[in-house]
């Protein structure tokens, strides 16, 4: 099972983009009664949380995103998505999306967001 993020990208600061992270490999069940997460990693600081789904979807987020940034997941699909808008520079960094599937904790392997002023 892996964790496989996308959607990352060069935009101006005001814009938007969307960032999707599927979960290959995982049954439904199991992505379902998952709770998953979106971190990012800015040059030479600390991974941080960003926002968190949990299997009823229940969301919360960090405050430096809040009315911003919205995440939401299509169990279906297997896919979390994090809609990012009103994008500022300050949000530049590489984004993971993680959660613990099948008793482990897995990583997506990151997609860089730069912010353009």
């Known amino acids: 099972v892996q964790l496989q993020a996308s959607g990352g990208g060069l935009v101006q600061a005001g814009g938007s983009l969307r960032l999707s992270c599927v979960a290959s490999?995982?049954?439904?069940?199991?992505?379902?009664?998952?709770?998953l997460n979106w971190y990012r990693q800015a040059p030479g600081k600390q991974r941080d949380l960003v926002a968190s789904?949990?299997?009823?979807?229940?969301?919360t987020y960090d405050e430096a995103v809040k009315g911003r940034f919205t995440i939401s997941r299509q169990n279906g699909k297997k896919k979390i998505f994090l809609q990012m808008d009103n994008l500022s520079p300050d949000d530049t960094a590489v984004y993971y999306c993680?959660?613990?599937?099948?008793?482990?904790?897995?990583w997506g392997q990151g997609t860089q967001v730069t912010v353009s002023s």
């Open positions: 789904i949990n299997s009823a979807g229940a969301v």
């Open positions: 490999g995982a049954i439904l069940s199991e992505f379902s009664g998952s709770d």
């Open positions: 993680a959660g613990r599937l099948y008793g482990r904790d897995l």
